[in-house]
């Protein structure tokens, strides 16, 4: 694959497959991300993490997998993470624009709020409440991935691949357990 990174945003050439995953609130006891989370996240052109590291020691972890690590803060993130990430970032990969947030609101009315705070971008990453969905409408996607590490009322544990060719992004949910 033609990966191609520059400064700011992030800018890939197509085919381009993002590793998401978000909430996986490490480290806590034993708990760790799955090896079948890490492979992917070492296989993939990009990282994103949709907020919840909880501790600067996971965003260090991520970034020695190799790809490029794309994350927002989360809620519960450390200070020195709530300083150092921002609440949102907009990923460029393929000629498509991928917004990511930890919190995207209640879930009533989701995918028109995120379409109108996002209106340059065709797809949108969210965390959060630990639940996957996917829902898309009029090109334009709005994707959680879910937990890899705390599944919490969601049946599995999950994360998502995201493949984008020529301005088309396409999410795949991956159960881990």
């Keep these: 694959m033609a990966r191609e990174l520059s400064a700011g945003a992030g800018r890939y050439r197509a085919p381009v497959r993002l590793a998401i995953i978000s909430d996986t609130h490490l480290p806590r006891g034993s708990r760790a991300l799955p090896p079948a989370c890490v492979e992917r996240l070492r296989d993939a052109d990009a990282i994103v993490h949709a907020g919840d590291l909880i501790e600067p020691s996971v965003l ?60 340059n971008a065709g797809a949108v990453v969210f965390g959060h409440s630990h639940l996957p969905l996917l829902e898309e409408r009029g090109g334009f996607a709005i994707f959680n991935p879910g937990s890899p590490t705390e599944r919490r009322r969601a049946p599995h544990h999950t994360m998502g691949i995201a493949t984008v060719d020529h301005a088309r992004v396409t999410f795949e949910l991956l159960e881990l357990d």
Excluded: C, K, M, Y
Aim: without cysteine.
């Design 60 to 119: 260090a972890h991520l970034e020695t997998l190799g790809p490029p690590v794309h994350a927002v803060r989360g809620n519960v993130d450390s200070a020195e993470l709530q300083a150092r990430l921002p609440l949102t970032r907009i990923v460029e990969a393929a000629g498509a624009r991928i917004a990511i947030v930890h919190d995207a609101g209640p879930a009533d009315r989701r995918l028109a709020r995120l379409r109108a705070r996002f209106p």
